[in-house]
């Protein structure tokens, strides 16, 4: 989690650097409309510009919205409420699944048409320096919080409150360790099935059970352990950092109901429940195989 405080300090960028680019507010607004054209001139050089930028309408738009953003670089206020604005951007590129490198590459454009303005109008001194390097700052905050909400799509959040912050930090933690106790739940349960099937094998080989039902309490301890190892795999993943994928839990059911089936398959008159465990396997099956078509899509 990022709050605008860290982001700051993580950069260095203080009052000074607030006030330096509001120096050239002025010289920025007048090259306003040089920099849309600049900007467009260099994005529509991407083979895909066409396709996410395709009409008038949809280019009118964003010229007016990405002069809007080039402007509050130099407002001088850095607030909530900017950084809520940049990752409403990078989420809006998200969305229509804009390659980030086309941002970090425009971003780059941007950078140097900034840097060209401030040495062709601003004499060479300290002060220009010090313009250049705040600059920078405020161009790298933008691509961060911009690519983060791409990378995080979701999970970055600022804070408004520090309350809220304090709120997020609990439950974020409280969250992981919950996950850390679902990982340990899951092996000790995969270690609990994995004995029930050496036990398995343990009755047939000194106890004489009957072969048919062995191989099926067998083939159904295996199936549980194979469902387990699933969702263990998605609750790593999700510790980590990635989404969880909920259909490790339909294929868990799944297996639950197959071992079932496979039990009541050699009981005798048991053909009912077979038929209605059969079908919910179907529903079941049908629900794991859009969920992942459209996870994949
Ligand atoms: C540093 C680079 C860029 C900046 C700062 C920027 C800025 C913005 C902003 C401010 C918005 C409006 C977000 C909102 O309020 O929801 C936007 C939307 C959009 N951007 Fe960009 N953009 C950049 C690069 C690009 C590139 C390279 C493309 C395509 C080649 C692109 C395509 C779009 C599209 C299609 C939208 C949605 C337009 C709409 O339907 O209103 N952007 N961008």
Avoid: C
């Avoid at 990982?183 to 004995?195: D, E, N």
Wanted: hydrophobic content about 45%.
């Amino acid at each position: 989690m990022e709050t605008l405080d860290k982001i700051k300090l993580i950069y260095s960028f203080d009052e000074e650097d607030a006030s330096n680019l509001t120096q050239i507010k002025d010289l920025m607004n007048s090259n306003a409309n040089e920099f849309i054209s600049g900007v467009y001139s260099f994005i529509s050089n991407f083979d895909d510009f066409s396709k996410f930028l395709p009409n008038d309408e949809i280019r009118t738009r964003h010229r007016e919205k990405l002069k809007i953003w080039f402007l509050s670089l130099f407002s001088g206020k850095y607030d909530n409420e900017y950084l809520r604005q940049l990752k409403r951007i990078g989420e809006t590129h998200s969305e229509i699944k804009l390659p980030s490198h086309y941002v970090s590459a425009t971003m780059n454009y941007i950078r140097n048409f900034i840097h060209k303005v401030i040495l062709k109008n601003i004499p060479a001194s300290d002060k220009r320096d010090e313009i250049i390097k705040s600059i920078n700052k405020i161009i790298d905050i933008n691509l961060d919080i911009i690519i983060s909400s791409y990378i995080n799509e979701g999970k970055f959040y600022i804070a408004a409150t520090k309350f809220e912050t304090k709120i997020i930090k609990f439950s974020s933690k409280f969250s992981y360790t919950l996950d850390l106790a679902l990982v340990i739940s899951l092996i000790i349960a995969t270690i609990m099935v994995f004995l029930l099937f050496i036990f398995e094998i343990y009755k047939f080989a000194f106890g004489g059970g009957a072969f048919e039902s062995t191989v099926v309490d067998i083939l159904g301890a295996m199936l549980i352990v194979w469902a387990i190892r699933e969702l263990l795999e998605e609750e790593v993943k999700k510790l980590k950092g990635h989404k969880f994928a909920l259909s490790a839990f339909i294929g868990l059911a799944m297996a639950a109901l197959l071992r079932k089936i496979l039990i009541f398959s050699l009981a005798p008159g048991k053909s009912k429940e077979v038929a209605i465990l059969g079908f919910l396997v179907l529903v079941l099956g049908i629900v794991y195989w859009l969920m992942n078509k459209s996870t994949k899509s």
